[in-house]
């Protein structure tokens, strides 16, 4: 397997990002709680360079909407990239 692939947003993300991001993009939303366990399960997987390219990700849009993700599960998926948990 090439684990050298980034993540990149597909051609169709500005499309249906929109749309789609209503769904979980605001403060203390439950698919908050998904999106960590994902992390802390590919990080225990030993997929940790695909945690911390799925983390850069979402930080990459924490930083845009700080006021949308909160702190707290920003500081609950940099952990679960970190450790797995």
Known sequence: MDSSIPLDRSSKWLMVSTKKSANWLNVNNRKHLRITRIIGSLTL?????????????????????????????????????????
């Open 45 to 85: 997987l030993g997929l940790t360079k695909e945690a911390r390219e799925f983390f850069a990700a979402l930080q990459r849009v924490y930083v845009k909407h700080p006021d949308k993700i909160g702190s707290c599960s920003h500081d609950y998926w940099k952990n679960a990239a970190r450790s797995g948990k």
